[in-house]
């Protein structure tokens, strides 16, 4: 998640670095270190990899120069602590380990070996906030990388209040070998500090449903960790932004994503009708999240302070429909109509996962199991091949061949 | 990955099964557990799950029917191979596991527990193709699911044709502890029959850079799966599509995604550009996929027949900001311009990921280090938040706020 310009960024950082931070001798290694690794870049850019083993590029003497610049950068890597002149070791770390790559296959070249051996025990030396994307549904949808940041955490917290994984926590800390602590919206607000607390000395963990980029509110947070200069690595994993490729339609033909949140009977909001309008103006398709209440209190419990909470409750499809067909009798704009075709998902990428095809008519009786459930309004881009997929799975496979032909001329 | 409308679909499969594919008692059998299930979850759509302890569904009645209906899937498992039935017993098995978390609390149900035991033994033990989502980076971006399933496999492919991953497939053989087979786009075209040969009996794996259904190709080969009856399971993780999130950047404001591909003397298309207009005049991100060349012949080596392939080429950040400049020369329609806000990535998802915001003009030098390449052109509904997480990799803060109050009013 280190994003800046990299090395160059990396100097003008340390022309500012108050100079009783780092003893004058090891702020010159470290630029010199700095300009050594542009001058390597430049070298790379400039010739073509493929002709290192012609000659063109001489192989020994780089190899000289990389591992005395490796070296430099170790004797300042173990007296420096500064978090972010840390990751920019890191990050020349992990990019001399990439070019290092293309001098693997000649075997006297140990001295260099050692180089890319002590680059690699950098790169896993630095301390950070872990910000982890736990996937679709349960405590075996964690990347591999993900699993072994959070074995190396002393703290590990769950976001639980945008999403709902399909295991409890106490699971997780189980698998984990750690104890959980499960992070209520209030608890991110407002003891983002307390989160973040130590996390350049220790590893911390922040686990998020799905990736951690499918919700807003984790931003946050990375800002914040940013302003009190902590590393932050993101490990990315699916969500339902991207999984919904199960579907059979085409990812690059989706536009703006839409949230459907539950009517009351006071407050019936609809502002997404004109999204979805604007995405089947354009002939593309529409993913609809629903609505989740979790930890949502009863006004009777609000108004005495109890803090007593409802149980999770998920809006299905049918009811997504339903209020769908309201807003589109209210609007009268044909955004959609009951007779335009939609996928109803549920639990996507879980072994059980369920899709039925059809009419928004012919969906708001169908029945789709437990949570979590979405909703796809197909737009009239979709392609043959998408059709077959998806008639795979229709509510009713006559019906289907005839809604393609009158909508899709397919 | 099975997508029908479960049980109903399994009635009527049933109705039309070959009757010397099953004894008569056995069929019998089978149309009765699909309707007892049916009826199961009836009752717990009828009754609230939370009032199960108040007495108003029978739980010890349920329980014995629970119990009865299990034993009667489990011998009809044991005497039947047909992939259709065991794939709809084993969806049906993870709906009872699910309703069966609900009693978990009653120690005296041991019974019940027995039956838990066996569907989950019935879950694992179903034998198809997997498709497995790899993730970003490297060996350790698949999930512990992906990570286990693949080790059950007795084939494992790699797709190499659509994606690269950062690592080659001697790394992953030696890391799974098996051989994987990198299946190019002719062996995934004209033989597919062979990588799903018996799969119905073994495991095979089918592995893909990012997410299985992140490219349309592998469509074609769960469809043709499908034909052959034998069960598939796809095992997401993150794609471009949804990592992209990594710049800062709400993934619902994205629209339609475009892909960019290398300009040669003759060939310079240009159909995204109207994408583009779409997209900006809705004021959404869009985020450029930029070509990868992979196993492409030179034209000589094509006339004379010779396989002999060009090192792979991946588009650059700069050269895709120059193709879009000279399409904006061209037409003239100012769908963007060079003044236009945007975010050139490198390597998301990696910990030497990079990622530099600015105007296409002030990105189209800028140094963004090795593949893989992006380009998101940033749309007009950019919020406050959004811009307060780009500004920070800014090529050049200054200039950004500027840009950012002239173009975003903010």
């Known amino acids: ?44 850019q400039e010739h073509d990899p493929s002709i290192l083993n012609t000659g063109k590029l001489d192989v020994n003497a780089t190899i000289d120069r990389f591992e005395a610049v490796l070296y430099d950068m170790g004797d300042v890597a173990e007296e420096y602590d500064d978090a ?103 608890m991110v607000e407002s003891e983002s500090d307390a989160i973040l607390a130590d996390a350049d000395k220790i590893n911390v963990a922040f686990l998020v449903v799905g990736d ?9 947070l990375v800002i914040r960790a940013r302003e009190l200069d902590i590393p932050v690595q993101v490990i990315h994993n699916a969500s339902i932004m991207n999984a919904i490729g199960a579907c059979g339609l085409q990812l690059y033909n989706f536009g703006q994503t839409i949230s459907i949140v539950f009517f009351t009977d006071t407050w019936r909001p609809d502002s997404f009708y004109d999204r979805i309008k604007e995405n089947r103006a354009l002939g593309l398709h529409t993913l609809c999240l629903l609505d989740i209440k979790v930890k949502e209190q009863s006004i009777e419990n609000l108004a005495r302070g109890r803090k007593i909470y409802e149980p999770p409750r998920y809006m299905t499809v049918n009811q997504a429909i339903e209020q769908l067909l309201e807003i589109e009798d209210n609007r009268g704009e044909k955004a959609y109509t009951g007779e335009t075709l939609a996928i109803g ?66």
């Not at 990751?87 to 380990?97: D, F």
């Not at 030396?125 to 549904?137: F, H, Q, R």
């Not at 951690?212 to 946050?220: E, I, K, L, R, V």
């Not at 009786?365 to 909703?375: E, I, M, R, T, V």
């Open 1 to 44: 998640m280190r994003t800046k310009g990299d090395y160059h960024a990396a100097l003008e950082h340390l022309s500012v670095l108050p100079p009783d931070n780092l003893s004058k001798n090891m702020l010159e290694k470290l630029k010199r270190v700095f300009v050594a690794f542009k001058s390597f870049q430049q070298d790379f």
């Open 84 to 186: 972010n002149t840390r990751i920019y070791l890191t990050i020349m770390a992990e990019r001399l380990l990439q070019m290092a790559k293309l001098f693997q296959d000649e075997p006297e070249q140990q001295s260099f070996q050692r180089g890319i051996v002590w680059t690699a025990e950098l790169s896993s030396k630095t301390e950070m906030l872990y910000v982890i994307g736990l996937g679709l549904s349960d405590e075996k949808d964690i990347t591999v990388r993900g699993l072994e940041a959070v074995k190396s955490c002393e703290r590990v917290y769950l976001e639980a209040y945008t999403s709902i994984l399909m295991v409890d926590s106490t699971k997780l800390s189980e698998y984990y070998g750690k104890q959980v602590i499960v992070a209520d919206r209030e």
């Open 212 to 220: 951690p980029y499918g919700a807003t509110t984790h931003t946050d």
């Open 345 to 410: 998902c549920a639990r996507v990428g879980q072994p059980h996962q369920t899709l039925i095809s059809g009419t928004l008519q012919q969906l708001v009786d169908a029945d789709f199991g437990g949570p979590l459930h979405s909703l796809v309004i197909v737009g009239n881009k979709m392609h043959e091949l998408e059709a077959e997929f998806v008639k795979e799975y229709a509510i009713d496979k006559t019906s289907f061949d005839e809604i393609v032909k009158r909508d899709y001329s397919l």
